[in-house]
């Protein structure tokens, strides 16, 4: 954004800030140049990402690793499946019927053991960099980017996350969408709040005209471009309005809420289902589940969050969206991935029947989008407090800098690029280019 | 004196500046926003200069008595720029009672001020705003969102944080001199729940990483804040070969000149614990050692997110001007050093300045480059002069200064100013250059909360709120003590949100317009409620659209107060045409369909 135009009626530091709007609907640097460091070819399986982000940290060894032992649950039911795969059958009665399709990352590490600081790096593949956390984007509206606005759903939903890092300086249209997960679907889509629908339309249609043609001076010579920028926006909105494809995707029906578990987290994925089923633009979903810091009581059935509730609510509503992607021919091209922002302590529970923050160990969950499931990949110790096999060519642990340039890959999306036009002036690499680690794509889940 | 021990040769930080993954270097496109910013400095001073050694005639310039219009406008007088007019009543009515309230007028306020043919009208009305206590809310939002003391934050509960949004607002109602609220802050120590001022420091501990992360994060702050400048590139590394098209100042700063500073909080130490009892609620103390210093040794195995400490002893220094500890209480000498410091009264009376005008003297006001703000001194090449009016400057420092670090003389001289009650329209050619002349006023959305607050005022339609712990009744969104309230209202948290209020410590408060923001405010059932006219909707069953309906008014006149009341001026013969010609069916309908086009109105949106 250099000083090459020129300036309509002066402009405020606030311009410079968000009126980049005013260029395009498309976001403030849409058109900034992006660079590629090497090159790299991605693997292009996948056309759209469901990201279930289990918050609170989802313990590897009451989920996706479970070891033999004391701390296990009378009822665990613990069963070995081809790939070398284990689950719980009482946890997840679900998945266990369809491990052909899943792949378990056990050899995943965490770089951090607070909440605030790994969702962040979780939702960033960033570190929360006191500099720059203001800045970094969430890695759906980076996807966003790089997929487009093609439809009329935004790019990026984003379901039960309160504290979601948004799309900062890519700005406009990557931004979140942050709609609810109810069966009537989104509120604000229509204006009916006069009589039946037609008239309530027709009556909408007539209030829109009458601010277009009070507005129209203001318009026309706004006092400044942040002003301009307001204006744009109106009709963008109102071309989501009224419209069966974009309504339809928000709303379900109480039949498949009630396959989906009536949760929370099945609501959130219905919609997921429905917006990755229309082909409408969206393609990046993020569905938190909430209560996974299981510090205390995780199995005192008496408690209202255990791992109980928290598992079979995960693998009633992933795996009936996984039969419903199936069923529709989505779930190829449909990469759903299952995470928390770290590990938890391992072995035997802690002296309040729990299991506290840990970094070391964290395991990983994939399905469809071009990944060969049945497998799993690297592996703990006896107790998961350790990896024992990273498991992949990296030959070290996988962090979350390798998941999302998985992601990124999956999707088509070349994870070495960098953004250099950037509000700090600080190269945003998609992927920190680390000498070091050498982040990259755990290419052994396509395999 | 620097101690050569201390410092890290340039390769080795450069070598480890390169191993860190979590900060690349800066890249040859600098700051995008700071570049903008240079320019218009740049641009001003290109056009000054043009016009001092040109032909253009200077104009005779009338005397004026506010200092600020002393200064301003004898500059646009030599340079022979001609400001916009002065504001209408109308157009300084409701720019006044935003900056100074953060709501629109009522439309008995507004009728009230517009029919006064009192000739000090304005005085008197800023003189009654500044004694409000939605003044005193206003302030206290304005300087809550620099502090960002939020329970969000993992080391400050609801308790915590009432302490402290309590004694921030009871000194600014009070009207507490500044400089004594800031050294009461930095010296603050005890518990997070009970102890005013301690809720800043916990604020900026890092739980997870090693303390010296949390001396410098908070010495970042201290410095943003308080002084005008970001100090956070060089707490990782020297200014030499990164800031060089940023900051020339920093660029002469190194690291260790940052660990000094940070070093004034070196003795202070916190206490976290989980108090059980109440649901792992966070305990927090903050307290002084009275031995110790700085020091760069950390846990490798928690290392923190900056690039490795030189493991040396470091003792405070200030960074502005050397001054060294007097005592053994590091952070009362430190909180005494900074605000006695002038640049702290330039900072302050410039964030204010900011606010009210749109663009610092200093812009950004966060970012003071001290090697381009002595005239005297001009820098190297074609840096321009980032202070645009230095005279201007130093003249507000000395009368916040003579005026007790008190607020509200100081925004009474501001908005009492000719240069503030300019219109934000310009007759003639705008130019960027003229934009730190402040030859006319620069509109600014309304805050998340401005909008809410004007929203109900106009509308009538205010709601009693819930802050967890505070017994006040509250109304309007600027006096919630932090983005997580109301918390069990959605109607009102949606709203914020929607409007981009941020929460303080991962969102960012924004302000660009997005589709399901545009959405919600034209199509939410709670905001198109407060525009209907339908008695049985309880947010509406007092609302303006019923109140204008019932009275016995002719349909211009109807017309005539919904403007008053939502954009605080009357229609334009064109605008009540358009609307009477829009006309149909019971008046309550279209009086609603009014309503709710007004409240989706950029000048409704804008305070301009």
């Not at chain 1, 590897?60 to 665990?76: I, V």
Request: charged share 20%; aromatic share 10%; net charge neutral.
């Amino acid at each position: 954004m250099k000083f090459t135009r020129p300036l309509c009626a002066g402009h405020t530091r606030r311009h410079f800030l968000f009126g980049a709007a005013s260029a395009s609907l498309l976001g403030a640097h849409a058109d900034a140049e992006v660079t590629s460091l090497r090159g790299v070819t991605p693997h292009g399986s996948a056309r759209a990402c469901i990201f279930v982000n289990l918050n609170g940290a989802a313990s590897q060894m009451d989920t996706f690793d479970p070891k033999d032992g004391a701390w296990n649950p009378r009822d665990a039911d613990i069963r070995d499946y081809s790939g070398g795969l284990r689950l719980s059958n009482r946890f997840f009665p679900k998945l266990s019927t369809l491990t052909n399709d899943l792949l378990v990352l056990r050899s995943c590490a965490s770089w951090e053991a607070a909440h605030e600081r790994g969702q962040f790096y979780m939702q960033t593949a960033h570190s929360q960099n006191p500099a720059l956390a203001a800045e970094m984007p969430h890695i759906g509206a980076v996807v966003a980017r790089e997929k487009g606005a093609s439809g009329l759903i935004p790019p990026f939903l984003s379901f039960n996350q309160s504290n979601l890092q948004g799309a900062t300086f890519l700005g406009g249209l990557f931004q979140p969408m942050m709609p609810p997960a109810a069966r009537a679907g989104i509120s604000t889509l229509t204006h009916n709040f006069f009589g039946n629908a037609t008239q309530s339309q027709e009556r909408f249609e007539r209030r829109f005209q009458l601010l277009k043609d009070l507005d129209e001076p203001i318009r026309q010579a706004p006092y400044n471009d942040a002003m301009a920028a307001y204006g744009s926006y109106y009709e963008r909105a109102k071309a989501m309005m009224y419209n069966q494809a974009v309504d339809a995707v928000f709303k379900f029906d109480a039949t498949d809420e009630g396959r989906y578990g009536n949760t929370t987290v099945g609501r959130s994925l219905l919609v997921a289902r429905n917006a990755v089923r229309a082909r409408n633009g969206a393609t990046f979903i993020n569905v938190t589940q909430s209560g996974w810091d299981t510090h205390v009581g995780q199995f005192d059935t008496a408690q209202g969050t255990t791992i109980y509730t928290l598992t079979n609510q995960l693998d009633r509503a992933v795996g009936s969206l996984v039969e419903d992607l199936k069923a529709s021919g989505d779930f190829d091209s449909t990469l759903i991935v299952l995470m928390g922002e770290f590990g938890r302590t391992p072995g035997v529970l802690n002296s309040r029947g729990g299991r506290d923050h840990y970094r070391p160990v964290m395991s990983v969950a994939l399905l469809g989008g071009g990944i060969r499931g049945g497998r799993t990949i690297g592996s703990s110790d006896a107790t998961a407090a350790n990896i024992a096999d990273y498991g992949w060519s990296g030959n070290r642990a996988i962090y979350v800098e390798d998941i999302t340039a998985t992601i990124y890959s999956a999707l088509g999306i070349d994870w070495t690029k960098s953004i250099a036009d950037t509000p700090s002036g600080r190269r945003y690499d998609y992927i920190v280019q680390s000498p070091e680690y050498a982040f990259r794509p755990v290419n052994e889940v396509f395999g | 004196m620097i101690n050569a021990r201390y410092l890290l040769p340039a390769a080795l930080t450069a070598n480890l500046f390169a191993a860190d993954p979590h900060c690349p270097r800066y890249p040859d496109a600098v700051r995008a926003e700071q570049i903008e910013l240079l320019e218009l400095d740049r641009s001003y001073q290109a056009y000054s200069r043009r016009v001092q050694f040109g032909v253009a005639a200077r104009r005779q310039e009338t005397a004026r008595t506010n200092l600020v219009d002393q200064h301003l406008f004898a500059k646009m007088a030599a340079d022979n720029v001609r400001s916009a007019p002065a504001s209408s009543d109308t157009e300084f009515l409701r720019r006044v009672h935003l900056d100074l309230t953060g709501r629109i007028p009522t439309p008995e306020a507004a009728e009230a001020f517009l029919a006064d043919p009192a000739p000090d009208k304005r005085a008197k009305l800023i003189d009654q705003l500044l004694a409000s206590s939605a003044y005193a809310d206003q302030l206290t939002t304005f300087w809550a969102n620099k502090f960002k003391v939020t329970r969000t934050h993992e080391n400050i509960g609801t308790i915590g944080r009432n302490t402290f949004y309590e004694w921030l607002r009871q000194s600014i109602a009070a009207d507490r001199p500044y400089d004594s609220l800031v050294r009461e802050m930095l010296s603050a120590s005890g518990e997070v729940d009970s102890v005013p001022g301690t809720q800043f420091f916990a604020r900026w501990m890092d739980p997870a990483g090693p303390i010296q992360d949390s001396w410098d994060d908070t010495t970042d702050k201290i410095t943003t804040t308080f002084l005008g400048f970001k100090t956070e590139c060089i707490s990782c590394h020297n200014g030499r070969a990164h800031l060089e098209k940023i900051n020339l100042y920093l660029t002469r700063r190194t690291r260790s000149q940052f660990w000094r500073m940070s070093a004034w909080l070196s003795r202070m130490y916190f206490v976290r614990w989980s108090d059980d009892n109440i649901g792992f609620r966070p305990r927090v103390i903050v307290n002084d050692r009275t031995y110790g210093s700085y020091t760069g040794s950390v846990n490798p195995s928690n290392p923190g997110n900056r690039p490795a400490r030189l493991g040396a002893i470091v003792e405070p220094e200030f960074i502005l001007n050397g001054a060294k500890p007097r005592t053994g209480e590091w952070r009362r000498d430190f909180g005494s050093i900074l605000t006695a410091d002038r640049q702290f009264a330039r900072a302050t009376v410039n964030h204010i300045w900011a606010y009210l005008f749109s663009h610092g003297i200093v812009d950004p006001p966060e970012a003071w480059d001290f090697e381009r703000t002595d005239p005297k001194r001009p820098p190297p090449g074609d840096w321009p002069i980032q202070n645009t009016h230095p005279e201007l400057l130093e003249a507000l420092a000395d009368f916040f200064i003579q005026n007790n670090y008190q607020f509200r003389p100081l925004f009474r001289l501001l908005v009492s100013s000719d240069a503030y009650q300019l219109s934000s329209r310009y007759e003639g050619q705008w130019q960027p250059a003229f934009v730190k002349y402040f030859a006319k006023h620069e509109p600014r959305r309304l805050s998340a909360e401005e909008m809410y607050d004007s929203l109900i005022t106009a509308t009538r339609t205010e709601q009693p709120m819930i802050a967890s712990g505070i017994s006040r009744p509250l109304l309007y969104a600027n006096q919630l003590p932090d983005p997580t309230e109301p918390a069990t209202d959605f109607r009102v948290t949606d709203f914020l949100n929607q409007a981009g209020r941020g929460n303080w410590l991962t969102i960012d408060r924004a302000g660009e317009p997005s589709i399901l923001g545009l959405l919600y405010s034209m199509n939410d059932t709670q905001n198109v409620n407060r525009s209907l006219g339908n008695s049985t909707l309880a947010v509406s069953s007092r609302n303006r659209v019923l109140q204008i309906d019932s009275s016995p008014v002719s349909d211009e006149e109807a017309i005539r107060r919904m403007f008053f009341s939502t954009l605080s001026r009357p229609p334009s013969e064109a605008e009540t045409a358009r609307v009477l010609a829009y006309r149909s069916g019971l008046r309550a309908q279209w009086l609603s369909d009014l309503q709710w086009a007004l409240l989706n109105k950029l000048d409704f949106i804008f305070n301009y």
